[in-house]
């Protein structure tokens, strides 16, 4: 395999501690990049740089990380601009709404779905997004839910089982009935293609001991488990994401003391999904809090056609920094490094020897301006295992 180096980098966020600066971005000035394949095999200032078969010179730019995407409801037909337009207007959001669209998804064709997830991982992809995880959700039923996950494996690896979204019409008189469906035939449809198994633990969609039957089912099977939590109101999905050791907890918006001691005494990791309070007008989850009790914290996109229907990382990240307390370092750590931590990965969300070539080039000399100037489309170029895909 040759060598290239990407050289002439004004800073390079590498999320290695032990690199340049100190701090947990790994800052590195004047820096260069080597890559072999589809790795990184060298980072470190420019001077220092090995010989290589081939260079790039970016022209004083910053080099980060790919973003890494850990939640996001990319396995969806139609669309819920009447809602918006709608809640916009004034009325609340609530779970129900999910329901529109599963009506949409279980119409739709392969194709549409398929090409549907094409669309929006290119759109990402323009943004910096080089490793992304979908759910299925939109089905329920074990067809729909099973081949909502057969076409995201087409797309990624880190593919989750959401049997568990909220319960369908069919079932509104019988949820005993639709848990026993989440935790039977349908996962047993639904695990050969999944990772990772999802619950709503949420009023409006599953309580605590729905959730743990639907979790534990899952890890029986050999799903690893995340669930949605505390996005609403107060509730167990915190308490319950950490005593299951899930690899996360999503949305964190509605937190007690004990909630965020316990994700700072456990290894589940709180993902925080901005777009979503700007889409519904809802309270801001408390970033500074959670970091400040030593929470590990990811940021993500939540992309879904009803409560967040954003695909971009720089967007999260500049509403991060504005409304929910983080700093410009802390922001972009959550968007790369946090979200590789929510999927319990080491190989993203870091630019160092060993890590899968995933590179993000700014038109700007600092990632600091993905806050600084929100809104500005500043992702120059993106490579993804190596290979420019941007």
Known sequence: ?????????????????????????GLILDAAVVIEGDRVVWTGESRK??????????????????????HSHLLFAGDRTEEFNAR?????????GIRTTVAATRAATDDALDANVVRYLDEALR??????????????????EARALRIAA??????TY??????PPDYADDPAGYVDLVTGPMLDACAPYARWVDVFCEKGAFDGDQARAIL???????????????????????????????????????????????????????????????STRANWPDARRLLD?????????????????TSSMPFCIALAVRDMGMTPDEALWSATAGGAAALRRTDIGRITPGARADLVLLDAPSHVHLAYRPGVPLVQAVRQRGERAL
Not at 49 to 70: E, H, K, L, Q, Y
Not at 136 to 143: A, D, F, K, M
Not at 162 to 167: D, E, I, N, R, S
């Open 293 to 309: 009790a030593g929470a590990t914290v990811a940021l993500s996109t939540d992309c879904n056609p009803g409560s967040s229907f």
């Open 154 to 159: 087409r797309h990624t690896d880190e593919v």
């Open 216 to 278: 534990t089912a899952g890890m029986a099977k050999g799903l690893h488990p995340r669930v949605h939590a505390n996005q609403l109101t107060y509730g167990p999905g915190v308490q319950l994401a950490v005593e299951l050791d899930a690899a996360s907890a999503d949305h964190c918006t509605h937190l007690t003391d004990a909630d965020v001691d316990a994700l700072a005494q456990g290894n589940t990791v709180a993902t925080l999904l901005p777009g979503a309070e700007f």
């Open 162 to 167: 959401l049997g568990a979204h909220v319960v």
């Open 49 to 70: 740089a090995p010989a290589t078969d081939n260079a790039v010179d970016v022209g004083g730019r910053a080099v980060i990380p790919g973003f890494v995407d850990s």
């Open 88 to 96: 916009m207007s004034g009325r609340p959001y609530t779970a129900g």
């Open 1 to 25: 395999m040759t060598t290239t180096a990407i050289t002439n980098i004004a800073s390079l966020v590498t999320n290695d501690p032990s690199l340049g600066d100190g701090s947990p971005l």
């Open 127 to 144: 943004q910096g997004t080089t490793t992304f995880e979908t759910k299925s959700g939109y089905g329920l039923t074990v067809e729909d």
